[in-house]
C-alpha cells in the first residue's frame, strides 16, 4: 500500500490462476468492520482507493479472490496499513514586489506542516523547507533570470509515525 496524490494504492501478487476478480477492503487502523471500496477483474493487480481522497488518516487494506462460480479465497486480516494524507494543490506562484517567490497551497490538515521543493531549469527536485508551517512560503534564495517549478508535500506527525502526501501532480512554474 503506498500513497498517491489520487489516494491509497494497493497492490498484490497473483495467487490463484483462477481468479476471475478481486474484491478490496477497508477498515479503520482502530475499526474491525471492513467496507468494500472496490472490485478490479482477475488480470488487474492494483486498485487506487479513490473514495478517501480528501480525508487524511489510517486506514487497513485486504484483497480477497473470486473465481467465476464466486467462491472467495480467504484474506488477511490483518491487512496491510497506510497513513493517508492528503496531496496540497498549489493554488499560485508569483514575483514579489521585493523579488521574492510567493508560493501559496490549501491546507489540507490543521495538523499537518509541509515539505517544499524546487526544481531549476528543469534539473531534479530540491527540498527547500522541511517543516514549513503554513500555506504562504517564501522563497528568497532565487536568482533572477532561472526558471523554477515547486512543488509541496503534506506530512502529518500520527502516534503510528508520519504520514506524507504524495507530491501533487500540477507543479508551479515562475
Same mark, same amino acid.
Given at each position: 500500500?503506498?500513497?498517491?496524490?489520487?489516494? @491509497?494504492?494497493i497492490?498484490w501478487? &497473483?495467487?490463484? +490462476?483462477?481468479?476471475?476478480?478481486?474484491v478490496?477492503?477497508?477498515?479503520? %487502523? +482502530?475499526? #474491525?468492520? =471492513? *467496507?468494500?471500496?472496490?472490485?478490479?477483474?482477475?488480470?488487474?493487480?492494483?486498485?487506487?482507493?479513490?473514495?478517501?481522497?480528501?480525508?487524511?488518516?489510517? $486506514?487497513?487494506? #485486504?484483497? &480477497?479472490?473470486?473465481?467465476?462460480?464466486?467462491?472467495?479465497?480467504?484474506?488477511?486480516?490483518?491487512?496491510?496499513?497506510?497513513?493517508?494524507?492528503?496531496? @496540497?494543490?498549489?493554488?499560485?506562484?508569483?514575483?514579489?514586489?521585493?523579488?521574492?517567490?510567493?508560493?501559496? =497551497?490549501?491546507? *489540507?490538515?490543521?495538523?499537518?506542516?509541509?515539505?517544499v521543493?524546487?526544481?531549476?531549469?528543469?534539473g +531534479?527536485?530540491?527540498?527547500?523547507?522541511? &517543516?514549513?508551517?503554513?500555506?504562504t512560503?517564501?522563497?528568497?534564495?532565487?536568482?533572477?533570470? &532561472?526558471? $523554477?517549478?515547486? #512543488?509541496?508535500?503534506?506530512?502529518? @506527525?500520527?502516534?503510528?509515525?508520519?504520514? %506524507?502526501? =504524495?507530491? $501533487?501532480?500540477?507543479?508551479?512554474?515562475?
Amino acid at each position: 500500500v503506498t500513497n498517491t496524490v489520487n489516494g @491509497p494504492t494497493i497492490k498484490w501478487n &497473483k495467487l490463484s +490462476s483462477d481468479a476471475t476478480k478481486y474484491v478490496i477492503y477497508r477498515r479503520s %487502523m +482502530s475499526g #474491525t468492520k =471492513w *467496507t468494500k471500496v472496490g472490485t478490479v477483474k482477475g488480470s488487474t493487480l492494483s486498485f487506487t482507493d479513490k473514495s478517501i481522497k480528501d480525508k487524511n488518516g489510517k $486506514y487497513i487494506y #485486504t484483497v &480477497k479472490a473470486l473465481n467465476k462460480s464466486g467462491t472467495a479465497s480467504r484474506y488477511l486480516y490483518n491487512g496491510l496499513s497506510c497513513l493517508f494524507a492528503k496531496a @496540497p494543490k498549489i493554488s499560485s506562484v508569483a514575483t514579489t514586489s521585493d523579488n521574492r517567490i510567493q508560493v501559496k =497551497w490549501n491546507n *489540507t490538515s490543521n495538523s499537518a506542516y509541509y515539505r517544499v521543493y524546487r526544481s531549476e531549469n528543469g534539473g +531534479s527536485w530540491k527540498l527547500i523547507n522541511s &517543516k514549513f508551517k503554513g500555506t504562504t512560503y517564501y522563497d528568497t534564495t532565487a536568482k533572477n533570470g &532561472k526558471n $523554477y517549478k515547486y #512543488t509541496v508535500r503534506a506530512v502529518i @506527525p500520527t502516534s503510528n509515525g508520519n504520514a %506524507m502526501s =504524495w507530491y $501533487y501532480n500540477v507543479n508551479k512554474t515562475v
